[in-house]
């Protein structure tokens, strides 16, 4: 089993940045891929960018690209999400999500975090 556990999420201007963490516990996440996912109201969840631990190989939605950046502290067993450039269409719960596997995939993840909230104004 794996436990997530977000945190930094919060209410920023258009423009802004934030920072998003999600620790990790239960187990190691070598052989582990980590994603960042978000759902705003009425909307579907998305996934927004993901990691595989072991390779550090990384995704990003088109909507994100060059804006977010995914990233892990093994110390730490924590994977980072650090959003910059904010507009007020990143407005979503985030959740942050954990699947066994080394090869990167943006599907197929099964543990999940209870998930933070980002407001943007604008």
């Known amino acids: 089993q794996v436990q997530l556990v977000e945190s930094g999420g919060g209410l920023v201007q258009a423009g802004g940045s934030l920072r998003l963490s999600c620790a990790a516990s239960?187990?190691?996440?070598?052989?582990?891929?980590m994603g960042w996912f978000r759902q705003a109201p009425g909307k579907e969840r998305e996934i927004v960018a993901a990691?595989?631990?072991?390779?550090?190989?990384?995704y990003y939605a088109d909507s994100v690209k060059g804006r977010f950046t995914i990233s892990r502290d093994n110390a730490k067993n924590t994977v980072y999400l650090q959003m910059n450039s904010l507009k007020p269409e990143d407005t979503a719960a985030y959740y942050c999500?954990?699947?066994?596997?080394?090869?990167?995939?943006?599907?197929?993840?099964?543990?999940w975090g209870q998930g933070t909230q980002v407001t943007v104004s604008s």
């Open positions: 990691i595989s631990w072991r390779l550090g190989s990384t």
């Open positions: 239960g187990r190691t996440l070598s052989n582990y891929n």
């Open positions: 999500a954990a699947r066994a596997g080394v090869v990167l995939t943006t599907s197929g993840y099964n543990y």
